[in-house]
């Protein structure tokens, strides 16, 4: 059975990192490219990043120069480190893989002075 599960949010001030983490298991992690998407409060559910099977790496243009996405395929681990957090940064952080639309619960991100 895939399961994604999401760590590493919480409330923070802006301008403070976050890391986040998503442990995945009951498939072969190595093998399938692996998306982190988020949702504001309010709003549609949006695509962050992306980091495939072959090394590629993208993000949405606007995160670019904050968040880095990584992989540890030993240990069935995704990571988005998000630094300089800015209030709209704000929302439920997920972890997704595309092949059998699988998604983790979601992890909160509160960024507020």
């Known amino acids: 059975q895939v399961k994604l599960v999401e760590s590493g949010g919480g409330l923070v001030q802006p301008g403070e990192s976050l890391r986040l983490s998503c442990v995945a298991s009951g498939f072969d992690f190595g093998r399938y490219d692996m998306h982190w998407y988020r949702q504001p409060p309010g709003k549609e559910r949006e695509w962050v990043a992306v980091?495939?099977?072959?090394?590629?790496?993208n993000y949405k243009s606007a995160l670019r120069n904050r968040f880095i996405i990584s992989r540890d395929n030993a240990n069935n681990t995704l990571y988005l480190q998000m630094n300089y957090l800015e209030p709209e940064d704000t929302g439920i952080y997920y972890c997704y893989r595309r092949t059998g639309n699988c998604w983790g619960q979601g992890t909160q991100v509160v960024v507020s002075s």
């Open positions: 980091f495939t099977t072959g090394g590629f790496i």
